[in-house]
């Protein structure tokens, strides 16, 4: 079977987040089943025009337009079985208008909920505009979706739910593992720094408790236009926080098993990677009650969910006073989800001839 994967990043992409990392274990899976993938996505500008990485073939074209100026082109030299045309980044890649071959849509989460702040209004008002006719776009095609949340928003949005498939994400429980905790209590956010993430409320968070717990430390990884006004509204206080930027993901599993609790604040998301990362890793998270977020977190298991941030101080003291069950519950929830069980998922459905 030969796969054409249309995407705006890849997992060498500087701004790589959970949805390339999905692209990239599932892919590599493929190719492990003898698939033929191949991906076209956007070069930042310093990457390989063309890399096989993995047995992935990566295509990678200058300039977000000029990507999707070239689907009638890349469906045409590629000759696929099958496309999967990603929503990753909200803009539709359109390749049902290029091809009669099969086109299935993967829908991460509803942009149109994350937009304020994130840019402007008229740009976000195109781009709601844009998720408002995918129906159009997609009238017959199969959406892949991982969340129960961004199910109601395909189905909101006029996507019959019979053409919605459901397949959450895995997490790699080999790199993302139980270990020894930090002797004093250590806090952790990860993830970009971006307005709807809201990692400014680590700093809030960290304030209330600082009194509370000795010698509490708190980490922030992670790059995003937030991060210099985050450092500037601690440089002056003698606060236990350390700001580390993009991290490499050996380096990054090893903080999160040593970390007593993770912190997430998104206002959205399509799932929730971090929490999913974190609870491989022994790690409960304290998160908001939003969509996506809620598929991964199991209220008084693996975490908590709260709806305001006032919450958070008394989830935090509640799950050090009784870390080791959330260690063992957070590990035993994620166990639930592995890129295995992921990319069968997908196989059987590329494979599936009635779709």
């Known amino acids: 079977m030969k796969i054409l994967w249309f995407a705006h990043r890849d997992i060498k992409h500087p701004k790589a987040g959970g949805a390339e990392r999905t692209i990239y274990e599932v892919g590599k899976r493929f190719v492990k089943l003898g698939a033929d993938v191949n991906l076209v996505t956007v070069n930042s500008g310093h990457l390989l025009n063309y890399e096989i990485f993995d047995g992935i073939k990566t295509y990678r074209i200058k ?37 009669h071959k099969k086109v299935i849509v993967f829908f991460r ?3 149109a909920r994350s937009l304020p702040g994130q840019v402007n209004i008229f740009l976000a008002k195109i781009i709601t505009f844009i998720e408002k006719m995918y129906p159009f776009i997609y009238k017959n095609n199969i959406f892949v979706t991982e969340s129960d949340t961004s199910e109601d928003d395909l189905i909101h949005l006029g996507i019959k739910k019979e053409n919605i498939v459901r397949i959450p994400p895995g997490v790699d429980l080999n790199l993302f593992h139980a270990g020894e905790k930090t002797k004093n209590v250590q806090l952790l956010y990860f993830g970009g720094l971006r307005k709807y993430k809201r990692p400014e409320y680590a700093i809030r968070v960290y304030e209330e ?74 790690t409960p998270s304290v998160a908001f009650r939003v969509p996506g977020v809620v598929d991964t977190i199991i209220n008084n298991y693996n975490g908590f969910l709260v709806n305001d941030i006032n919450e958070f101080k ?14 063992n519950n957070s590990r035993k929830f994620a166990e639930n989800f592995t890129w295995d069980k992921t990319a069968e998922l997908w196989y059987k459905l590329l494979n599936n001839k009635k779709n």
């Not at 008394?314 to 260690?327: A, C, H, M, P």
């Open 314 to 327: 008394d989830k935090i003291l509640y799950i050090i006073k009784n870390e080791d069950l959330f260690i």
């Open 209 to 282: 408790l600082y009194n509370k717990i000795q010698n509490l430390k708190l980490v922030i990884t992670g790059n995003g236009p937030m991060l210099n006004k985050m450092k500037d509204d601690v440089k002056n206080k003698n606060y236990n926080i350390d700001f580390l930027g993009k991290i490499d993901y050996n380096e990054l599993s090893k903080i999160i098993r040593e970390s007593w609790v993770n912190l997430h604040f998104s206002i959205t998301e399509g799932w929730g990677y971090s929490i999913m990362e974190s609870s491989a890793s022994g």
């Open 109 to 111: 989460h509803l942009h």
């Open 63 to 99: 300039g977000n337009i000029k990507a999707h100026l070239n689907v009638k082109k890349m469906i045409k030299k590629i000759d696929p079985d099958v496309i999967i045309d990603d929503m990753g980044h909200a803009i539709p890649w359109c390749s049902p208008w290029f091809t």
